[in-house]
Each structure stands twice: as C-alpha cells, then as structure tokens.
C-alpha cells in the first residue's frame, strides 16, 4: 500500500498524542509528536533563564540560543512510547509538567522557532508513512498531507482527562488550574499571527467528548482505509 502522511491537529490536551501513537503502531507508521518540540525548547529556555512565570519569555535570547537546541526522539521503548531528547538528554518527563505547559504557549508564537521546527518537521516527513499530531500541521507543515484530521473536545472533558493524567503521574495540580491553562493555550494557540491553530478545510473534524479510545481507534482506521486505495 502507498505510504501517506497522516496530519492530526488540534486543541490542546483533545487527545489526538495518543490518537496518533496508536494509529501510527497500528498501521505500522513513525509517529512524531510536534508538541514535545515545542516542549523541549520550552524546556530548553527555562534551564537556561530565559523563561519564567514573572518576566514571560525572552524572545531574543531564545532566537540567539536557537542553534544551539537539538531535539530528537528515541525509537518506541516497550511502553510504546518515543522519548524526546534534548542534547542528546531524556526530557520526556521534564517536558509534560506544568511549568512548561504554561510556557510553550508563548515559545510557540515566535516565528523563529516556528521556522526551525518546522523545517525539522518537514525532514521527517520525506520518507512518508508518517502520523505527526500538533496544530498547524495539514495547515502549514504539510498542506499536501493525504489524511487530515482535527480533533475537538471541550475544554471541560479536555482537562478532566488532563488533570487524571497528571496526578497518575504524581503531579498536584487542581482542575481549575488545569481548565485556566488550557482556555489560555487554546486562545494564543488559535490568535497567534503565525500558523495559528484552525482547521485546514480538507481535514475532517472529530469531536470526541463522547467517544471512547476504541471507538476513535475505529473512526480512524475506517478513515485511513477509505483514503488508503
Ligand atoms: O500538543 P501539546 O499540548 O504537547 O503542544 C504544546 C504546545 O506547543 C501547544 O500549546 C502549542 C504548541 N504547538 C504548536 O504551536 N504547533 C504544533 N505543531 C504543536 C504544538
């Protein structure tokens, strides 16, 4: 069968990273996660102080320090899962707690890294028989993907899934501070100048506040295997 690129966009925490991981191994494509880059050069602008709750994110220091940041991801370990590596270090722990959730935000609307990933993005994608999940990917990373989906679900259920993400992790977060973050993500992430978030016009909208994770398993193998001929 042809390999396609398979673009997965949408709000934050709507459930597409898992989506997309489990259709990739079921079909047996790469899957790349473009928020955990985002994440990690978020990561990467906290450790070196050019990020914090107070000052927000120095954009000029950030923008120099660019070449400097080398994200890459691990082949799947046993548990499935790629891990990002940032200098050649494991962050895919550091790059899912709050501090950076409520950064990434004002990372991601600067052009600079925009541009840089990408470009990275774009690389990975050469090869086809990719599933990448993010914001602007079926919009600006790849308008040619053969398979577009946008995935909805309402910033209640978004963070009532995120907040039991986060303390099986052993995070103390509350829903209200996880609802706050995430109403505030979708509003830079869908206002910002450059790829703003929305939803390409050939892509096709899930709305998954009702459905389980076997029932979108489902919806998108049956979309995959109609667009797959
Ligand atoms: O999918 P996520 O929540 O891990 O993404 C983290 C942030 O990165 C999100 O708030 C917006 C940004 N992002 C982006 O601007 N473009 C992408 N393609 C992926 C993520």
């Known amino acids: 069968m042809k390999k396609i690129i398979i673009a997965i966009d ?9 989506m997309a991981r489990d259709l990739a191994r079921r079909i047996g ?8 880059m985002y994440r990690a050069v978020t990561l990467y602008a906290i450790c070196h102080g050019m990020a914090t709750a107070e000052n927000g994110v120095d954009t000029a220091a950030l923008v120099k ?19 990002t590596m940032l200098n050649g270090v494991d962050v895919e722990r550091e790059i899912r707690d709050m501090q950076v959730s409520s950064l990434v935000s ?16 774009q690389e990975y994608g050469k090869e086809k028989g990719i599933v990448m999940d993010g914001r602007d990917i079926g919009t600006t990373v790849f308008p040619d993907a053969e ?36 109403r505030e993500r979708d509003r830079i992430d869908t206002t910002r100048k450059e790829s703003p978030l929305r939803k390409a ?16 398993m489902d919806w998108l193998l049956k979309l995959y295997e ?3 001929r």
């Not at 494509?29 to 955990?36: I, K, L, M």
């Not at 986060?166 to 829903?175: D, F, I, M, P, Q």
């Open 10 to 18: 949408g709000y934050s925490s709507s459930g597409k990273s898992t």
């Open 147 to 182: 398979m577009k989906v946008f995935v909805n679900a309402s910033p209640e259920e978004r963070a009532r899934r995120r907040v039991k993400e986060l303390s099986a992790k052993g995070e103390n977060v509350t829903y209200d501070e996880v609802l706050e973050n995430i």
């Open 201 to 216: 016009d050939d892509a096709v909208l899930l709305d998954n506040d009702n459905m389980t994770i076997e029932q979108q």
């Open 29 to 36: 494509y790469v899957y790349v996660d473009s928020g955990a």
């Open 106 to 121: 004002p990372v991601a609307v600067i052009p600079e890294v925009r541009h840089r990933l990408t470009a990275l993005q």
């Open 226 to 228: 109609d667009r797959d």
């Open 65 to 83: 320090a660019l070449p400097d940041i080398h994200i890459s991801f691990t082949p799947a370990g046993s548990d499935g899962i790629q891990h």
